[in-house]
């Protein structure tokens, strides 16, 4: 798939159906897509879940695919657009592949829950043995399949783990409904926060 | 195949001064079929200048304003919408405007017209929809003034509009914008030729209405398209400058074909526009409406700036309503929402055919 929404969409397309995001969003309902890319995702969910969809896109080219697929998204981003909508005005806000890369991923998961009912939200995670590995016997900033880029490159700035997330959602009294671990295409089991390449985590207010 | 303005008569329109005007005349054009739901109506709005052939071209040859937009497989795609055009009130095109006849005098209006809005020139838009029989309009669509007819059908009409495409437009003038519009005023009403409007008879105020339109042209363009169409090169001929050379050009020409006290009424109907009626914020206003809507500007338009649009953009977003918005890039400034074709034309039909889609299953 070109121009997907980060490995998540990538995943999910890889698994032929959107299974993953298809079992989760209910029929219907608002969703909105931060960091969109080309749209290809809200397309699809508007199209078979008869979803309203929104988007968000920094990128003007990507921006301008997503127009073109019909969704309504615009130009803005992720860390200030949330402050103009209203409470609940969402049923699920989607942020794949971000939380790692913005600056300050605490205010910007507090936006998403006032905003929303849902934060679907999507990492890849630094706890990964590969990762732990590359550390441990380079002794340099890892670069692996999951975080390919060199350390004056990366535009990774924070480096969680599947258990980081958990803490912070406890201490944050967030209600975590569902946790998907993705190795490739396959989901893992056991060991996540060893074994997932990314994790995805379905969460709400209390 | 030629196209030609049609004229269609009301008996009266009550304008929003209480003024009634009687009869009134509105010129259109149509493009497309109807079909039989009458769910694939858009009508398309024009800037100010503009009139109603849109599309295609006329018995003099004539190609219309938005024609690279509006046809079989374009953004407005004939072969599956029914497009209308019309003529603004207090045009000189055909609809009626100071230069039409006065039926109590049967005297030209001139300066004796009622003051018009962009609210009665939709008033007057809505006459012409319901006659065709159209309840629900699938799309409104203009740029510039056409925009702000948009935002207004958006929230009048808000259960007539399906959705709505704004471009290169504002929901209130700012200063900078009236500014402009004064001096173009100004320039003709100091023609002695105008002679308080009444020039009908006479020589027209061509001079004052030149000079309007070529401060109209500089906004329209950037410092980057005009450094790129003219530079400093000077004509051979007569060592006048090229910039020079195209503007005298475009006010000589401008004269022919437009009214100069339709210029004086709808410049003071654009800037006394203000969707939220003097109020600070357009939350309110702009929640009445029940419209997708498609925003667009361009990056180097510095008559209507993209934080014009945005305004709007945020309004909605406020009361999550339903907004696509994209800045283009573009060098063409206010020019470009009729010279960047490919982008918008992308934008468009995507758009509309979503917005049909969810009209279909309601």
């Known amino acids: 798939m070109k121009g997907q929404n980060g490995p998540l969409v990538h995943e999910l397309f890889g698994r032929g159906d959107y299974g993953l995001i298809s079992e989760i969003v209910e029929p219907g309902s608002c969703v909105l897509d931060l960091g969109c890319g080309e749209g290809e995702l809200l397309a699809w969910l508007a199209e078979h879940k008869n979803v309203d969809a929104r988007g968000v896109e920094i990128s003007p080219a990507k921006l301008q695919k997503a127009i073109a697929k019909g969704v309504s998204a615009y130009q803005g981003d992720i860390e200030t657009c949330l402050a103009d909508y209203p409470d609940n005005a969402f049923d699920y806000v989607l942020l794949s592949q971000t939380l790692q890369e913005i600056r300050y991923p605490l205010q910007v998961m507090t936006d998403i829950l006032r905003v929303s009912r849902r934060a679907i939200v999507a990492f890849p995670n630094f706890g990964h043995f590969t990762v732990r590995l590359a550390h441990l016997f380079n002794g340099r900033a890892p670069k692996t399949k999951l975080f390919p880029y060199d350390w004056y490159d990366s535009p990774n700035i924070h480096f969680l783990t599947v258990d980081d997330f958990e803490i912070l959602a406890a201490r944050q009294n967030w209600q975590v409904e569902r946790r998907y671990f993705l190795s490739g295409t396959r989901e893992v089991k056991s060991f996540p926060n060893l074994m997932a390449e990314v994790a995805v985590f379905v969460v709400s207010k209390r | ?362």
């Not at chain 2, 303005?5 to 259109?28: H, M, N, R």
């Not at chain 2, 304003?65 to 095109?93: E, H, M, R």
């Not at chain 2, 100069?260 to 702009?286: E, H």
Request: aromatic share 10%.
């Open chain 2, 1 to 362: 195949m030629v196209v030609t303005t049609q004229i269609k008569q009301f008996k009266s329109l009550e304008l929003e001064s209480g003024v009634v005007l009687a009869p009134v005349d509105v010129a259109y054009e149509t493009y497309g079929t109807l079909n039989e739901a009458k769910s694939n109506a858009i009508l398309i709005v024009h800037a100010f200048s503009g009139d109603a052939h849109a599309a295609g071209v006329d018995a003099e040859g004539r190609t219309g304003w938005w024609d690279n937009q509006i046809g079989p497989g374009k953004g407005f795609d004939t072969d599956k919408y029914f497009v209308i055009s019309s003529n603004v009130l207090g045009g000189c095109k055909g609809s009626t405007g100071p230069s039409s006849i006065n039926p109590a005098t049967g005297e030209r209006y001139a300066m004796t017209f009622p003051v018009i809005t962009i609210g009665d020139m939709v008033r007057l838009q809505k006459l012409l929809i319901d006659s065709l029989g159209i309840t629900r309009l699938l799309s409104v669509a203009g740029g510039s003034m056409g925009g702000m007819q948009v935002l207004e059908w958006a929230v009048r009409y808000p259960e007539a509009v399906a959705s709505a495409i704004p471009i290169a437009s504002t929901a209130r003038h700012s200063a900078q914008q009236i500014a402009f519009n004064e001096v173009a005023r100004q320039a003709i009403m100091a023609d002695p030729d105008w002679s308080e409007g009444n020039y009908y008879d006479k020589r027209n105020p061509g001079r004052g209405l030149a000079v309007a339109r070529m401060v109209g042209h500089i906004t329209y363009m950037s410092d980057a398209s005009m450094r790129e169409k003219f530079g400093r090169r000077q004509r051979e001929e007569n060592g006048i400058f090229e910039v020079e050379s195209y503007l005298r050009y475009r006010g000589s020409q401008f004269v022919d074909r437009f009214d100069a006290n339709s210029y004086l009424y709808i410049t003071k109907a654009m800037d006394m526009f203000d969707l939220a009626n003097g109020a600070q914020s357009l939350v309110p206003v702009l929640a009445k409406s029940r419209t997708r809507y498609l925003i667009i500007s361009f990056t180097s338009d510095w008559l209507y700036p993209s934080y014009q649009s945005l305004e709007i953009v945020s309004a909605l977003r406020r009361r999550n309503q339903d907004v696509a918005y994209i800045e283009l890039t573009s060098n063409y400034g206010h020019d470009a929402f009729l010279v960047e074709v490919d982008e918008q034309t992308e934008l468009i039909r995507g758009f509309l055919a979503r917005t049909m889609k969810e009209t279909d299953k309601k």
